[in-house]
């Protein structure tokens, strides 16, 4: 089975220095990966996907993330952080189950912007 | 265009009552999912399904959790009975497409059970 492990439950960083997420995946073939959002007392947004293309994904907001396969890895960057960035953060990866696709999440970082 | 709705957005009952919630998916996407997110946990998949049929729902409590969706359109969910570890935010989904990578979530509904 899929899986992924994300390495800090929290993530505390002041507004205009870069942010960073990590995520590790296990995967027995390649695989579909994704980051989603999720603010407060709001829907689960899509950030980015990686789908086996470009191995720098780019997504909303300014946040991207770069797929390394010998690293297993799979982290989430932005260059400078932003108030509303402040959410919780899930790393997912896609896979098959009873005849079908399906997502399995991280356990997530919450990310806190300091002024 | 008008994104997934769900309601109620919080209720609290007993253990051993029955809850329900319902699920209204973006106009003319097939596929319906729900999830189950445990305080402090990622959301973990309860039930898929295509149109009106189940796809996945292999991780369902079948003896206390049941869904439906009837006409491809709406879904409900329910437990009965409930208990004290069915607190948690339950979170609805729909996508275009049965591979489900373009999901879009509702905003949930907080269940507690006390």
């Known amino acids: 089975a899929q899986s992924v492990t994300q390495l800090d439950s929290h993530v505390s960083v002041s507004e205009g220095t870069p942010v960073l997420l990590r995520c590790n995946y296990s995967s027995s073939y390649s695989p579909s990966l994704f980051w989603y959002v999720q603010h407060p007392n709001k829907g689960l947004q899509l950030l980015l996907k990686y789908t086996s293309a470009a191995t720098l994904v780019k997504g909303i907001n300014g946040f991207e993330a770069e797929f390394k396969k010998s690293e297993t890895s799979f982290h989430l960057t932005k260059p400078s952080a932003h108030m509303s960035d402040a959410a919780e953060y899930f790393c997912?990866?896609?896979?098959?189950?009873?005849?079908?696709?399906?997502?399995?999440f991280g356990q997530g970082t919450r990310l806190t912007i300091n002024p | 265009e008008a994104g997934v709705a769900q309601s109620p957005r919080y209720k609290i009952i007993e253990k051993r009552q029955s809850v329900a919630f319902w699920c209204n998916p973006i106009?003319?996407?097939?596929?319906l999912y729900w999830y189950q997110q445990i305080l402090g946990q990622g959301p973990k998949l309860l039930i898929q399904f295509q149109n009106n049929g189940v796809v996945d729902d292999s991780q369902l409590p079948k003896d206390r959790f049941s869904a439906e969706r009837l006409k491809g359109v709406d879904s409900t969910l329910k437990i009965q009975p409930a208990k004290l570890e069915d607190s948690a935010v339950y979170l609805c989904?729909?996508?275009?497409?049965?591979?489900?990578?373009?999901?879009?979530f509702g905003p949930g509904t907080r269940l507690t059970v006390t």
């Open positions: 989904a729909s996508s275009l497409l049965r591979t489900g990578y373009e999901q879009y």
């Open positions: 997912v990866v896609s896979e098959r189950g009873q005849g079908a696709q399906k997502l399995v």
């Open positions: 106009s003319g996407h097939a596929t």
